[in-house]
C-alpha cells in the first residue's frame, strides 16, 4: 500500500515542521537575492548504523507525500508573523511572509528505492531545486529518512539472527509517540519483521497483525487454567498462550490441556508465549512437553526484551524458539537511537548558468562532502554486489573504471565487473510532480530480502564485518583534493 501516510494532517500542512534556522536562512537568501538560484542538496550518512556492514533505505513514501503537499498556510504565516527577534521587533518581513504563501516544492528529487542497500557517503536523496525551497525542505527529509532507515537497518539485523524464524514487531507501546510508532511498524516490516502488533499500522499498510494475551487476563480469572478455557472459548482460532504469569513449565501442561479440547471442537492451539525466565531452558522443556502431547505445530513464541544480539545468544543455547517477539530494542533501536544523516549543498548554479561546486571542509576527513551532482553505480558479478562507485553526473564514468577511496586518495583499486553497473538513484519528482508510481510496501520489502541475499555474508556479519567496496570516481575526487586544497590556502 503506499501513498503520503505522513502528510502531518493533524497540524495543518506540516510546513512549520522544521527548524527555525531554515526559515531564518530562507529569508536571509530572499533578501540576498539567492532564493532563485538552482541548487543541489544531497542527503547521506557519514557511518554505518550499529558499527554494522549495511544499510537499508527507508522513508521514501512518507518524504515524497509530504513534498507534494508543502505549502505554508495562511495559520502558518500568521504564526510567523508573531514570532519577534531580540529586539522585540518581527523576525520575518511582511513581505517574506507574502513571499512564503506561494512556495512549492517544484524542483526534482532522485532517491534510492526504499529497500536498497546503502552505505556511507552514499546520497540516499538528490535535491535539485530553488535554493529557498531545497532548504526549507531539509528538515522533515532527514526526519523521515533518518528515522525509518534506522528501523529497517535493526529489523533486518535481527530478522537474520532469527534465521527463517519468524519475527514479530511488538513495540508500539514503547515507541516514541504515535508517528515513532507508526513509522516503525512499517519500516520493521519493510526490514523484514513478518507482522506487527500494532493495528492501525496493519490498516494502513497492509502489514499482517499478529497478537496473544497479557498477563492481566490470566490474572482476571481464579487461575491459570480457568483464563485459558475463557480465551479458548473467546477466540478458539487465535490460541497463543501466554504461560509464565505463575510457572513457565505448569502453564505449558495447562495449555496443553486446552489444547486437547480445542482439537476436539475443531481447533487447534497455535502455541504458547514466553516472557521471562531462562528462555533457552524453558523453551527445550516447553517443545518435549508439547511434543510429546502431539502439539508438534504449535509454535514457541518468545518476547522479553529482545534484539539481534539475544537471539544469536538464545540459538546458540539451543533453544526451541520459533517465533520471535521484537519490541522495544527494535523500536527505540535502544544500542544508536539516530542515524545521524546529514543534508549538505553540493553545487550552486552560477548568474552566468555554470555550476559552482562546494565543499563542507573539516579537521575530521569523514566530514568533508563530495562535491557535484551525485550519482551512485553499483557493481555486481554473478549476481553478488562487488563495489559501489559515488560519480558526478557531468563527468560521467569511463573505462576502465577505477574506484579512489574517499580517506586515501591514493589509493585507487580497478573494478573489474565495471560492464555489470546500475545506478541507483532514480527519478521520483520532477518539478514537483511524480515520474511515476512509488513501489508498494510489499515490493519494498522484497527488494530489501533481495539486496540482503546479493551481499556477501562478511558484509552481513553482526559484529566485525567486512567493509563493503564504496569509492569516488577518480575525476570526481581530483575535483574534490583540489576544493580542499583551496579552502586550506583560504584559510593559511
Not at 87 to 102: I, K, N
Not at 218 to 240: G, H, I, K, T, W
Request: glycine residues 10%.
Amino acid at each position: 500500500m503506499s501513498g503520503s501516510h505522513n502528510t502531518p494532517s493533524s497540524f495543518g500542512s506540516g510546513a512549520l515542521l522544521t527548524d527555525l534556522y531554515q526559515l531564518t536562512m530562507a529569508q536571509g537568501y530572499w533578501k540576498s537575492g539567492l532564493a532563485d538560484r538552482e541548487s543541489v542538496f544531497h542527503l547521506f550518512f557519514r557511518r554505518l548504523p550499529f558499527s554494522g556492514g549495511y544499510a537499508i533505505a527507508a522513508g521514501l513514501e512518507s518524504a515524497v507525500g509530504w513534498l507534494e503537499a508543502f505549502r505554508f498556510e495562511s495559520e502558518d504565516l500568521e504564526y510567523l508573523t508573531g514570532l519577534t527577534g531580540s529586539d522585540a521587533e518581527p523576525l520575518f518581513e511582511p513581505l517574506f511572509l507574502e513571499f512564503l504563501e506561494s512556495v512549492r516544492f517544484d524542483g526534482d528529487l532522485d532517491a534510492l528505492r526504499e529497500g536498497t542497500l546503502c552505505f556511507p557517503h552514499e546520497p540516499l536523496l538528490r535535491v535539485r531545486a530553488s535554493l529557498l525551497v531545497a532548504q526549507l525542505v531539509e528538515t522533515y527529509l532527514l526526519n523521515q529518512i533518518n528515522f525509518q532507515t534506522l528501523i529497517a537497518t535493526k529489523a533486518a539485523r535481527v530478522c537474520r539472527a532469527a534465521g527463517e524464524d519468524p519475527v514479530l514487531e511488538f513495540g508500539l507501546r514503547r515507541a516514541q509517540g504515535v508517528d515513532g510508532a507508526l513509522t516503525a511498524s512499517r519500516a520493521a516490516y519493510l526490514g523484514g519483521c513478518a507482522a506487527t502488533s500494532n493495528v492501525l499500522a496493519g490498516k494502513r499498510y497492509g502489514i499482517p497483525v499478529k497478537g496473544t494475551h497479557a498477563h492481566s487476563w490470566v490474572m482476571v480469572f481464579e487461575d491459570e487454567l480457568e483464563s485459558f478455557q475463557a480465551y479458548a472459548r473467546a477466540m478458539p482460532n487465535n490460541c497463543v498462550f501466554l504461560v509464565d504469569t505463575f510457572d513457565t513449565i505448569r502453564g505449558v501442561r495447562r495449555a496443553i490441556e486446552v489444547g486437547r479440547h480445542l482439537r476436539e471442537s475443531g481447533h487447534e492451539m497455535l502455541g504458547v508465549r514466553l516472557d521471562s525466565g531462562d528462555l533457552a531452558t524453558l523453551s527445550i522443556e516447553a517443545r518435549r512437553l508439547l511434543d510429546e502431547a502431539g502439539f508438534e505445530s504449535a509454535q514457541i513464541v518468545a518476547s522479553n526484551d529482545l534484539d539481534e544480539a539475544a537471539i544469536e545468544e538464545l540459538k546458540e543455547q539451543g533453544a526451541r524458539i520459533g517465533v520471535w517477539g521484537v519490541g522495544t530494542k527494535l523500536v527505540t533501536c535502544h544500542d544508536q537511537p539516530a542515524l545521524g544523516g546529514v543534508y549538505k549543498l553540493a553545487a550552486l548554479r552560477e548568474v552566468e548558468g555554470s555550476w559552482r561546486y562546494t565543499l563542507k571542509c573539516s579537521e575530521d576527513p569523514i566530514k568533508v562532502s563530495i562535491p557535484g551532482i551525485l550519482q551512485v553505480r553499483r557493481f555486481c558479478q554473478e549476481g553478488r554486489f562487488v563495489s559501489d562507485l559515488i560519480y558526478d553526473e557531468s563527468l560521467g564514468v569511463t573505462a576502465p573504471v577505477r574506484r579512489v577511496d574517499l580517506e586515501d586518495p591514493s589509493d585507487s583499486v580497478p573494478i573489474e565487473s565495471w560492464s555489470e553497473g546500475e545506478d541507483l538513484l532514480v527519478p521520483v519528482l520532477r518539478g514537483g510532480r511524480r515520474s511515476g508510481d512509488l513501489p508498494s510496501l510489499e515490493s519494498s520489502r522484497g527488494r530489501a530480502r533481495e539486496q540482503m541475499a546479493a551481499l556477501s555474508a562478511g558484509c552481513r556479519e553482526r559484529t566485525g564485518p567486512d567493509r563493503y567496496p564504496v569509492g569516488i570516481e577518480p575525476r570526481l575526487s581530483a575535483r574534490r583534493e583540489l576544493l580542499i586544497q583551496r579552502a586550506r590556502e583560504e584559510t593559511a
